[in-house]
């Protein structure tokens, strides 16, 4: 079955840079998401992107991200200048046979020192 | 706003007993859907099971199924004949009814052990 992709796996940055988290949904849907995990804590919805433009975002979500397709299967979610608290699991999702139901990539590991 | 509770932190049992992990959430709305997703020490999140609410029969996937109460706005998770690999976080969440692209809302999850 066809997976979600999310590169890298780890990412180590220093604070105020910036970092670039990557995803590939399944089958080129038009819908995807993003949502972050601090450890220890429960999953939360960061922003949900279709066709081409935001549908809906979090009070997360504020100016210091923002998300693209710079190509035709890509996505990607770009962290301006990273704080200590982004530290946190990013997942995206996407939607496989029926929009209603979210497959889950592997999530990329971010460390902000 | 929806809001999802899962009141059991932490749960433990000895392999092949039954285990059900309780989820509360808050709507207003008529139709919706529910899901228990999986986060194990990979943190990798996976699909276990969903229920529509529109449904009144419980979803069942192999060894899992669930109890939705849609007058209670309760959705638990009973695991039989639990495995080790069953060992995980359990999440439950909540979906809006479908209109464009819509949000999962999470619960803050409840960490499950299956002891050998």
């Known amino acids: 079955e066809p997976e979600v992709t999310q590169t890298p796996s780890h990412q180590v940055t220093q604070m105020g840079q910036e970092v670039i988290l990557r995803c590939v949904p399944i089958s080129n849907h038009l819908y995807f998401y993003w949502y972050r995990q601090i450890l220890g804590q429960k999953v939360e919805f960061l922003v949900s992107?279709?066709?081409?433009?935001?549908?809906?975002k979090s009070e997360i979500f504020d100016d210091q991200f923002s998300v693209e397709r710079p190509d035709g299967s890509n996505f990607t979610l770009k962290i301006r200048s990273t704080k200590l608290e982004d530290s946190a699991m990013y997942f995206c999702?996407?939607?496989?046979?029926?929009?209603?139901?979210?497959?889950f990539g592997p999530g990329t590991r971010l460390l902000v020192l | 706003a929806q809001t999802v509770t899962q009141s059991q932190p932490e749960m433990s049992v000895q392999e092949a007993e039954t285990v059900t992990l309780s989820c509360t959430y808050d709507?207003?709305?008529?139709?919706?859907?529910l899901f228990w997703y999986k986060q194990p020490p990979s943190r990798q999140m996976i699909l276990v099971i969903r229920?529509?609410?529109?449904?009144?029969q419980n979803a069942t996937e192999n060894r899992f199924s669930v109890n939705f109460q849609k007058a209670a706005k309760s959705f638990s998770l009973k695991i039989s004949d639990s495995q080790l690999g069953d060992t995980a976080m359990y999440f439950c969440?909540?979906?809006?009814?479908?209109?464009?692209?819509?949000?999962?809302?999470f619960g803050q999850g409840t960490r499950l052990t299956i002891n050998p």
């Open positions: 709507t207003s709305e008529n139709n919706y859907y």
């Open positions: 229920q529509e609410a529109y449904k009144q």
């Open positions: 969440a909540f979906m809006k009814p479908i209109q464009g692209a819509q949000k999962l809302v």
């Open positions: 992107f279709y066709n081409n433009e935001i549908s809906e």
């Open positions: 999702a996407s939607p496989r046979l029926s929009l209603e139901t979210q497959y």
